[in-house]
């Protein structure tokens, strides 16, 4: 369930070239990488879960409520990150040309499901 959501997510965002579900460690629970794509997507989120921890603990502290998404774009990768429940998280990793809008539309369309089979 969890490959065939991200799968979906990636292939249906042009310019996507990885997703991955993690947890807030940064452990990987499933992940995606189009054929031919030469990225680690685990290890892309493994390093970010640090900072998506501070992240989450500073939008608490600010009392501006749960972090819900966040957007790094680099020279060579943009990567969308979007909380799926206060423990997962789930990745889209985009060439810096890709669609944006539609990587966070996918990635908010993929939540519901992910958090059903999160159950």
Known sequence: MFKEALQEVVDGTEGGIAGL????????????????AEIDIA??????????KDI?????????GSMREVAIQADKLTTLVRAVTREYFVALALSPEGNFGKGRFM???AQPRLVAALE
């Open 21 to 36: 579900l993690m947890d807030a460690d940064g452990i990987t629970v499933e992940s995606y990488t189009r054929e031919g």
């Open 56 to 64: 989450a603990r500073a939008t608490e502290q600010l009392d501006t």
């Open 107 to 109: 990635l908010r369309l």
């Open 43 to 52: 290890t892309v989120g493994m390093e970010l879960s640090a900072v998506l």
